[in-house]
C-alpha cells in the first residue's frame, strides 16, 4: 500500500506540474498572437508614414534646391535664399499640425510657426535628428497648453549643399488615416496560428477597421445569448480578455468564444485577437484524459506488485528492462554517430548557403547598379544644358557610390586647368580648381589608382589623401578633353581574402569608367547639340543673330508686345560708304570691320536686347519693352561710339575715320505688323543715308511719304 500511495502521490505532482505548464503556455501563445497583430498594425501604419513624411520631404528639398539654384545663378544672395526657402517651407503644410523646418549644424530648429507650438520633452532632439542622418524615427512632444504627450512621426534626410537636415513632421495618430486598411487586414490574415485564432483592428466606437478572417457585418451583428453586443463591450473595456457565449448561426448550439484585446492609444485603435477555447484548451482535456487513464494504470500496476503472483512479472519485468536499456544504449551510440555526421554536413551546407549568399548580394548589387545606370542614361539624355547634366550626375554618382566619395571636374580650356562642378559624401579632400598638370592621370592619359597612400604616388590636388586610396579617371570623347572623375573610396567590405578585396576594387572602378564614359558621351552630345544651335541661329562672320533668327524673333517679340500693351523699338543701322571701303582696302579689311560691328553691338546693347545681321552691312537691333525715347537714345549713343571703336588700324587703311547712319522705328507709333516696322526702320536709315550719313533719323510717317513721293517724282 506504501508504494501504490508513494506512485499515487509521485504521478499527481507530475500531472499538476504538467497541466500548470500546458495552461501557462497555452494563454502565453494567445497573449503573443495578440501581440503579434499589435506589431502588425504599428508596422502598417509605420510604413505608410514613412511613405507619406518621406514624400514631402523629397518635395521640399526640391523646394531648395530652386532657391539655391536662384543663389548660384547670382539672383538672390545665399542669406536671402536661405530666408525665402524657409518661408517657402512654411506654407508646405502636412494636414493641420504637421510641418516642414529644418535643422542646422548648430542644432537649432530654423523658423517655422507651427513647430513652435511644440516643446520637445528632452532638449537632444535636433541631435537625434542629426544622428539619424536620414531615416524615419518616433519622438515624444507636447504641445503647448497640452497636458498629455503626442507621438510625432518624423522623417529626415540631410541637405549637404546648406549644411540642413530636412524634417516632415506630424502626430503619429493623425497619420492612422493614410494607411490603406487592405494592407493592414493582409498583415491581419497572415498572422494567424491556427484556423481559430482571428485577430482584427476596431476603432474608439467599435467599427471594425480590419476585420481580418471575419466579416465586418459579421463582427457588428454578434451577440451572445442574452442580445449583448460583442464587439461593444470590447470598445468600452479596451483592455483585458472576455468570454462570450454565442449562438451559432448553422446549428443554433451554443460556441463559447474567447477575446484578448489591447489598447493602442496612440492610435486610438484596440487591436483584438478571438480563439475558441474549447478548441485552444483541448491540450488540457486530452491531458485530463490521459491522467485518468494513468491513475487506474497505477492503481492496477501498484495491486500487481502487492500480490503473490505478480513475483514472476517483477522477474520478467526486470529482465525485459535490462533486455531493453541495453539496446537503447546501442541505439543512443549510433544516433551520437549519426549526430556527428549530421554536424559535418550542416558545416558544409553552411559554408554552401554563405557563399550562395554572398553570390546572391553581388547579383543584386549588379542589378541595382545596372538599373542606376539606366536612369543615368535616361535622366542625361533628357537634359537640355550643361548644368542640368552636372545635377544629374551629382543625384545618380550618390546611388552608384553610396560608399564613396568623389567629384566631377570640367576642363576649361581657356584657362588651361580643371573645374569642380558636382560633388558627393562627406569630407571630400580634393582641390576645386587646380591645373592638369597637378593629376597623375591627367598627365598619363589614363586611369590613374591609388591602392595605397603611403606607398604611391599622391596626386598635389589631393592635400589629404583618403586612407582606402582613390582613382582618378580622365574623361573624353571625340578626341577632345572633357574633364576628370575623381573617386575616393570608403571603407572596404570585410573580405577574408585579399584577393577578393582587391577583385571588389577593381569591379568598383570598371563601374567608374563606364559612368565616366556614359557621362562623356552625353556631354559631348549636349555640347554639339548647343554648337548646331548657335549655328543655325548665329552669323558666323559677327556672332550676331542670322535673319532668319532676326524674323522669328521680332515676330515673337511683337506678339508679346500686342498681349502686354508694351512698346518696341527697331533700330536699323549700317556702315558708311562700306562699298567703297571695301573696294579700296579688300574684302580682308571689310570683313575685319564687319567683325568689329558685331563685337560693338554685343557689348552695348541691354541684356534683353537682339542684335542681328540683316545682311551685307546692314543690322538690325530690336528692343523689347523700349519706348521711342529710349530707342533713340541707345540709337544715339551707338552713332558717337562707332567712330571710336571702329577705328581700323593696319598697313591698308591707315587709321581710317568710319561711321554708321541709324533708322528708328517703334511699334505701335510706326506700325502693327513686323513688316511695317522694318519697312519704316529702312525707310529712317534711308533718311539718315541721305541727309549727309552719321546721324539718327526717328521715322516720321508724313515726312517720309513726302520725301519718298519727292523722290519717285
Not at 216 to 244: S, Y
Not at 325 to 339: D, F, G, S, T, V
Not at 401 to 427: C, K
Not at 524 to 540: F, G, K, Y
Request: proline share 4%.
Amino acid at each position: 500500500m506504501l508504494t501504490l500511495a508513494l506512485i499515487l502521490l509521485g504521478w499527481g505532482a507530475i500531472y499538476g506540474s504538467l497541466r500548470t505548464w500546458i495552461n501557462n503556455h497555452l494563454r502565453l501563445g494567445l497573449a503573443q498572437e495578440n501581440r503579434l497583430a499589435i506589431e502588425a498594425v504599428q508596422s502598417a501604419v509605420t510604413h505608410s508614414a514613412q511613405a507619406y513624411l518621406r514624400a514631402r520631404v523629397e518635395g521640399a528639398r526640391d523646394v531648395l534646391e530652386v532657391y539655391r539654384n536662384r543663389s548660384g545663378e547670382g539672383l538672390l544672395s545665399r542669406e536671402d535664399a536661405l530666408r525665402d526657402a524657409m518661408i517657402a517651407l512654411q506654407r508646405q503644410s502636412i494636414r493641420e499640425t504637421g510641418a516642414v523646418f529644418c535643422v542646422d549644424d548648430a542644432g537649432s530648429v530654423l523658423d517655422s510657426p507651427k513647430m513652435a507650438s511644440y516643446n520637445p520633452p528632452e532638449a537632444n532632439l535636433a541631435a537625434k535628428i542629426i544622428e539619424t542622418n536620414e531615416g524615419y524615427l518616433e519622438y515624444g512632444w507636447k504641445a503647448d497648453g497640452s497636458v498629455s504627450r503626442r507621438q510625432m512621426a518624423i522623417y529626415t534626410i540631410p541637405y549637404p549643399e546648406w549644411n540642413l537636415q530636412l524634417c516632415a513632421a506630424m502626430p503619429l495618430d493623425e497619420l492612422e488615416t493614410l494607411t490603406p486598411h487592405e494592407e493592414l487586414n493582409e498583415r491581419l490574415l497572415k498572422l494567424s496560428a491556427s484556423e481559430q485564432e482571428f485577430p482584427f483592428v476596431l476603432d474608439e466606437q467599435g467599427r471594425a477597421i480590419a476585420p481580418g478572417r471575419w466579416n465586418a457585418d459579421e463582427l457588428t451583428g454578434m451577440r451572445d445569448l442574452n442580445g449583448k453586443p460583442f464587439i461593444q463591450d470590447i470598445a468600452r473595456q479596451r483592455l483585458g480578455v472576455i468570454h462570450f457565449t454565442l449562438a451559432d448561426r448553422k446549428t443554433n448550439e451554443p460556441v463559447k468564444l474567447g477575446a484578448i484585446f489591447s489598447d493602442m492609444p496612440e492610435l486610438h485603435w484596440i487591436v483584438v485577437t478571438t480563439y475558441t477555447p474549447k478548441i485552444a484548451f483541448a491540450p488540457l482535456r486530452r491531458l485530463d484524459q490521459a491522467a485518468a487513464a494513468a491513475l487506474l494504470g497505477a492503481m492496477l500496476f501498484g495491486w500487481l506488485l502487492q500480490s503473490g503472483t505478480a513475483r514472476g512479472l517483477r522477474r520478467r519485468i526486470f529482465h525485459s528492462t535490462r533486455k531493453t536499456a541495453r539496446k537503447h544504449r546501442e541505439r543512443i551510440a549510433q544516433l551520437n554517430e549519426q549526430l556527428s555526421d549530421a554536424r559535418l554536413n550542416e558545416q558544409s551546407l553552411q559554408e554552401r548557403l554563405d557563399h550562395v549568399s554572398k553570390w546572391r548580394y553581388e547579383l543584386e548589387r549588379k542589378k541595382d547598379e545596372i538599373e542606376w545606370l539606366r536612369k543615368l542614361g535616361d535622366d542625361l539624355q533628357a537634359c537640355r544644358t550643361v548644368d542640368e547634366t552636372y545635377r544629374a550626375f551629382e543625384k545618380h554618382a550618390r546611388n552608384l557610390f553610396p560608399d564613396d566619395r568623389g567629384a566631377l571636374l570640367i576642363f576649361n580650356g581657356e584657362r588651361d586647368q580643371l573645374e569642380g562642378v558636382a560633388s558627393w559624401g562627406e569630407g571630400i579632400s580634393c582641390e576645386r580648381e587646380f591645373p592638369l598638370d597637378d593629376c597623375w592621370g591627367m598627365r598619363r592619359g589614363e586611369p590613374y589608382h591609388v591602392h595605397d597612400p603611403h606607398d604611391d604616388l599622391i596626386c598635389p590636388h589631393v592635400p589629404a589623401p583618403p586612407e582606402h586610396g582613390y582613382l582618378c579617371l580622365p574623361m573624353s570623347a571625340q578626341g577632345e578633353n572633357q574633364g576628370m572623375l575623381h573617386l575616393q573610396f570608403g571603407p572596404p567590405e570585410t573580405f577574408e581574402e585579399e584577393e577578393k578585396r582587391s577583385s571588389a576594387l577593381e569591379a568598383k572602378a570598371q563601374l567608374a569608367q563606364t559612368v565616366a564614359k556614359q557621362f562623356s558621351l552625353a556631354l559631348a552630345n549636349l555640347n554639339l547639340r548647343e554648337a548646331l544651335h548657335r549655328q543655325s541661329i548665329r552669323d558666323q562672320l559677327t556672332g550676331l543673330f542670322n535673319r532668319r533668327h532676326m524674323e522669328e524673333s521680332l515676330k515673337r517679340e511683337l506678339h508679346r508686345a500686342q498681349r502686354s500693351e508694351h512698346p518696341l523699338g527697331v533700330i536699323m543701322l549700317d556702315v558708311d560708304h562700306f562699298k567703297s571701303f571695301n573696294d579700296t582696302y579688300g574684302h580682308d579689311e571689310g570683313d575685319n570691320l564687319l567683325r568689329s560691328m558685331g563685337a560693338m553691338l554685343s557689348k552695348h546693347t541691354r541684356q534683353g536686347d537682339i542684335a542681328c545681321r540683316y545682311g551685307g552691312e546692314e543690322f538690325l537691333i530690336i528692343m523689347p519693352d523700349a519706348s521711342l525715347e529710349a530707342t533713340q537714345q541707345r540709337a544715339e549713343m551707338l552713332c558717337k561710339l562707332a567712330p571710336q571703336l571702329l577705328r581700323i588700324k593696319s598697313i591698308k587703311t591707315t587709321d581710317r575715320r568710319i561711321t554708321i547712319s541709324l533708322g528708328v522705328a517703334v511699334y505701335p507709333e510706326h506700325g502693327q505688323t513686323g513688316e511695317d516696322l522694318l519697312l519704316a526702320a529702312d525707310s529712317a536709315l534711308y533718311r539718315a543715308k541721305h541727309a549727309g550719313r552719321n546721324r539718327v533719323i526717328v521715322y516720321q510717317p508724313e515726312t517720309q511719304q513726302s520725301e519718298l513721293n519727292l523722290e519717285d517724282s
